[in-house]
């Protein structure tokens, strides 16, 4: 859309209607956001514009290449290649350069990486332009450019039209900044070594053959015979029974509106969790204090959630019971924990990656536990495999050695509310119990896996999607 604006000189109007063409191809929800971010793009970049160089001339026109350099380092007494590319609208002349950095969402208030903005700056301060395809598994093909004296670095949050100016200087000061805020990390990303399985995982070409992702073939008992592989999570699995529509967003990184989402108890749930997890990250791990609940509880904080009256008293609470459940309680030394354990593992039968994340994964002495957490002014005596999906999950995975391979590791729930904590413990070798926990699992799979085509599903639940805004199908 905005090559169509800025480097074949169509109106938004004439833009739009272009790219209209190919709308029946194209998910509506994207057509949607579209249809008002090209717009607040163009308005936001006029409002950010050079009017006129710092050298007095007219503002730069639009550059349609990438780019990029190659920067010879030396790290353990080893002459190394980067290769390092910007990605954003690019504009150039009369001895400035100006990258504009694209943010579906919105950019006020927006905390800023400094390590970023210095990469930005320093690549756009020496680059040439990139011939050759960005992401080729090969050296970049790059054609030799003039270097600018200025360099300006800008970000526009598309949803709102809001922009920022993040650097606005000489190249010299651009290299600077470079060297001062973004060339240690650089050189730390280049030379890791490390696997960190998550939510990415389910693009990697070398799933199969990754040692931190264990193969599993039937765990989610579907076969994918014939189907491009995919990821699945209990959220997946939510969206879609919600909307199949809802997951097209999600996984195009559409701006969503949380409070449309998000209930009092919701937020409440999360504040309570986040506030555990920084307990359960401290080195060395130790059990939880009931001193160590929020100490003002009408209002408090954790993570990006706030609760106030009620709901955050009652969320206090819960952190003070959570107290004489702790896990974490044994011989210093003795006890490990890994809060909001990142857990991957793919079913090459069903050709999914199963992504998931355990609230603690622990150990103590030489046993390993997953311990699922769960907050509720009252509870519920139903079936908690039903009840809760994410302890189906757990169990199945315990029973495929997909947790810690090798190891066998056992599955909780706490439950906490307003009449105090339990813990139950679920009994993984139970052939029984498991084949339970398989069935519920695979009832939150197969509708999803077998969907011919993620369209919308209008209805109630229209109110509280996150995506209502930018939905043309959605129901008022």
């Known amino acids: 859309m905005l090559d169509y604006v800025e480097h074949?000189?169509?109106?938004?109007?004439?833009?739009?209607?272009?790219?209209?063409?190919?709308?029946?191809?194209?998910?509506?929800?994207?057509?949607?956001?579209?249809?008002?971010?090209?717009?607040?793009?163009?308005?936001a970049s006029e409002d950010i514009a050079w009017h006129s160089t710092p050298s007095g001339g007219t503002g730069p026109a639009p550059v349609s290449r990438n780019w990029g350099r190659r920067?010879?380092?030396?790290?353990?007494?080893?002459?190394?290649v980067h290769e390092e590319v910007v990605s954003g609208r690019r504009f150039?002349?009369?001895?400035?350069?100006?990258?504009?950095?694209?943010?579906?969402?919105?950019?006020?208030?927006?905390?800023?990486?400094?390590?970023e903005i210095?990469?930005?700056?320093?690549?756009?301060?020496?680059?040439?332009?990139?011939?050759s395809g960005t992401w080729e598994k090969q050296a970049l093909t790059l054609r030799p450019a003039?270097?600018?004296?200025?360099v300006r670095i800008a970000e526009i949050g598309c949803s709102d039209g809001t922009g920022n100016v993040l650097f606005d200087g000489t190249a010299k000061e651009a290299h600077e900044k470079y060297e001062r805020d973004a060339e240690a990390a650089v050189v730390a990303a280049a030379a890791g070594t490390g696997y960190l399985p998550g939510a990415g995982c389910g693009d990697c070409d070398l799933i199969g053959l990754c040692p931190a992702v264990p193969v599993r073939p039937g765990l989610l008992g579907v076969d994918g015979t014939g189907l491009a592989r995919r990821s699945w999570s209990l959220s997946t699995g939510r969206s879609f029974d919600?909307?199949?529509?809802?997951?097209v967003a999600e996984r195009m990184f559409l701006p969503r509106e949380r409070a449309a989402e998000d209930s009092d108890h919701t937020r409440r749930g999360l504040a309570v969790h986040a506030w555990l997890e920084d307990l359960h990250r401290r080195v060395p791990a130790r059990a939880c204090a009931p001193e160590e609940a929020p100490p003002t509880p009408d209002a408090w904080s954790a993570g990006r959630w706030s609760?106030?009256?009620?709901?955050?008293?009652?969320?206090?609470?819960?952190?003070?019971?959570h107290a004489l459940t702790c896990a974490l309680g044994g011989e210093a030394g003795h006890v490990e924990a890994h809060p909001e354990q990142a857990i991957v593992v793919f079913d090459q039968q069903a050709n999914v990656v199963v992504v998931a994340k355990a609230d603690l994964l622990y150990r103590v002495g030489g046993a390993w536990t997953v311990r699922e957490t769960k907050t509720a002014s009252v509870l519920e005596e139903s079936d908690l495999l039903t009840q809760f999906p994410q302890l189906a999950l757990a169990v199945v995975l315990a029973a495929e050695d997909g947790l810690r391979a090798g190891e066998h590791v056992r599955v909780e729930l706490e439950r906490l509310s307003a009449t105090g904590p339990v813990v139950a413990k679920l009994d993984v070798d139970d052939p029984g119990f498991v084949a339970a926990a398989r069935a519920v699992v695979n009832a939150r799979v197969e509708g999803w896996h077998s969907a011919p085509a993620l369209k919308a599903k209008p209805g109630k639940i229209c109110k509280t999607c996150p995506f209502a805004q930018w939905c043309p199908e959605r129901k008022s």
């Open 8 to 43: 074949d000189g169509l109106t938004v109007e004439q833009a739009l209607e272009r790219w209209r063409r190919y709308a029946d191809r194209t998910p509506p929800m994207l057509v949607g956001w579209l249809t008002k971010a090209a717009p607040h793009y163009l308005a």
């Open 242 to 247: 919600d909307c199949p529509a809802r997951l």
């Open 146 to 150: 003039t270097r600018p004296q200025w």
């Open 71 to 80: 920067r010879f380092v030396y790290a353990d007494g080893a002459e190394v």
């Open 118 to 131: 210095a990469l930005a700056a320093g690549v756009v301060a020496s680059a040439d332009l990139v011939l």
């Open 307 to 321: 609760v106030t009256g009620d709901q955050a008293r009652l969320g206090a609470q819960m952190i003070a019971d």
């Open 92 to 115: 150039e002349g009369d001895g400035v350069r100006e990258l504009r950095l694209l943010r579906t969402g919105s950019v006020q208030g927006r905390k800023r990486d400094e390590a």
